[in-house]
């Protein structure tokens, strides 16, 4: 298991990713992350365009319809 530091960076909190594991996952300086809340934390994985376009419809249509949704789990 690696561990990773969180540093500050003017208004943001920079994620600092050691380079062996780095090379280990393919991941470049630069390159573009999408990052995935689970239950115990958070995922990080390679920009997938198609995931990131899926995710952003079921966020819409949990927002949409989220009362409807809601009686639904209650039954």
Do not use: C, H, W, Y
Request: cysteine-free; glycine content about 6%.
């Amino acid at each position: 298991m690696s561990t990773a530091t969180l540093r500050k960076s003017g208004n943001s909190v920079m994620l600092a990713i050691p380079k062996d594991t780095r090379a280990r996952l393919g991941f470049d300086p630069g390159q573009k992350v999408s990052l995935i809340e689970e239950p115990d934390g958070l995922k990080i994985t390679k920009l997938d365009p198609e995931l990131d376009r899926q995710l952003e419809i079921a966020r819409g249509v949990l927002n949409s319809e989220f009362a409807v949704l809601r009686a639904l789990a209650k039954t």
